[in-house]
């Protein structure tokens, strides 16, 4: 029943110039599911699909996915590294400050940076990594009842 999605991400590796490896597919799968994930919950649904996959592995995966664009590294202070499918539309995120949930929102310009930095020093600038802060509805609803 996989085979659509496995043919799938073969063909996003082949586009790249990538070898087409069980852990990049398994990898591509779970993150294809969507969210923004930590490593370790990548590999624990890694290993439902393939057996011994090391963590290690999986790290090599999602860094190479990376380089390539097929997978995109964020770290929100205090937060561990998450890995997401979603790449190339410039995106944010919002994190809870209470529980640490990640949602996405639109990058308000669609195309990157949004922002453009008035005097960036003679940089070129070609991406401002925007992390929003507050409160997700669940926190917000625990909050409400508490007070
Ligand atoms: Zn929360
Ligand atoms: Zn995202």
Not at 17 to 45: C, K
Not at 69 to 74: D, N, Q, T, W
Not at 120 to 135: H, K, Q, Y
Request: with cysteine; charged share 25%; net charge negative.
């Amino acid at each position: 029943m996989s085979e659509p999605v496995e043919d799938q991400g073969a063909a996003l590796l082949r586009a790249r110039g990538m070898r087409v490896t069980r852990p990049r597919l398994a990898v591509l799968q779970v993150l294809g599911a969507g969210g923004h994930l930590e490593v370790d919950e990548i590999a624990t649904a890694v290993r439902t699909r393939l057996d011994s996959v090391s963590t290690q592995a999986v790290y090599d995966v999602l860094g190479a996915l990376s380089r390539a664009g097929l997978a995109r590294r964020i770290e929100p202070a205090g937060s561990p590294a998450r890995f997401e499918a979603r790449t190339g539309d410039n995106h944010h995120h919002v994190v809870c400050r209470a529980c640490g949930a990640i949602a996405d929102v639109d990058c308000v310009h669609g195309t990157a940076p949004c922002l453009d930095p008035v005097g960036a020093g003679g940089f070129v600038v070609d991406e401002a990594e925007v992390t929003f802060w507050g409160l997700c509805p669940a926190c917000q609803r625990a909050k409400a009842a508490d007070d």
